[in-house]
């Protein structure tokens, strides 16, 4: 089953826009990573954020993490055409061999 | 620094014919993970190696699906007989130690799009 949940399942915006995306997760976590996919580098890993940090920024992204809420969220600042992809989410559960599991994902289009 | 290599990059076979796919990791990765990820989904983690040994096995579907990594390198993972289910992007990816590197980033290689018809 999956552990991480994303939401909204796609986003729609216009270069220069703002986009969130939100990952929900059922249980206590180690850290949480954040990955985009697309058709012209596969999969690439963005962002990581450990349990014990709430917030964390790489260029324009900006990763939160509530653990209260078990949710996380990925801000994506001044949005550019080649930032359409699909994102995902994953969850490290803490396990000694780093076991990660990724949610559905959510698909950003961003309109030149 | 190379990537993640695999090959084929895509594969097209008839139910019930036999497959292989080949991972060669980034140099000094202990670990190394297959995933499925079907169209419109998440990667789904296979199998997971460290070194030589199998740490997750738990969604292999074992009655068809074979992986192995011999001298803690390379990795093939085989599916034998295909099913039309099995219709799919094959994802490698290796990482350092967890232990080692204090967090478990992977890195992934380009795929290998499957299709069974």
């Known amino acids: 089953s999956q552990q991480g949940e994303e939401d909204p399942q796609a986003l729609s915006i216009q270069e220069g826009e703002n986009a969130t995306m939100n990952c929900s997760y059922k249980?206590?976590?180690?850290?949480l990573q954040w990955y985009r996919q697309n058709s012209g580098r596969g999969l690439v890993h963005l962002i990581l954020?450990?349990?014990?940090?709430r917030e964390k920024h790489s260029g324009r992204l900006r990763v939160t993490l509530d653990t209260s809420k078990k949710s996380s969220s990925l801000l994506i600042t001044a949005s550019r055409a080649a930032d359409t992809a699909s994102y995902f989410c994953?969850?490290?559960?803490?396990?000694?061999?780093?076991?990660?599991?990724f949610g559905q994902g959510t698909i950003l289009t961003v309109h030149p | 620094e190379a990537g993640v290599a695999q090959s084929p990059r895509y594969k097209i076979i008839e139910k019930r014919q036999s497959v292989a796919f080949w991972c060669n990791p980034i140099?000094?990765?202990?670990?190394l993970y297959w995933y499925q990820q079907i169209l419109g989904q998440g990667p789904k983690l296979l199998i997971q190696?460290?070194?030589?040994?199998?740490?997750?096995d738990s969604q292999l579907p074992k009655d068809r699906f074979s992986a192995e990594r011999l001298k803690g390198v390379d990795s093939t993972l085989k599916i034998q007989p295909a099913k039309l289910e099995d219709s799919a992007v094959y994802l490698c990816?290796?990482?350092?130690?967890?232990?080692?590197?204090?967090?478990?980033?992977?890195?992934f290689g380009p795929g290998t799009r499957l299709t069974v018809l």
């Open positions: 990816a290796s990482s350092l130690l967890p232990g080692l590197a204090g967090y478990n980033e992977q890195f």
């Open positions: 190696f460290q070194n030589n040994g199998v740490v997750d």
């Open positions: 994953a969850t490290d559960l803490g396990t000694s061999y780093g076991k990660l599991t």
């Open positions: 249980t206590s976590i180690n850290n």
């Open positions: 140099s000094g990765h202990a670990t």
């Open positions: 954020i450990r349990s014990n940090e």
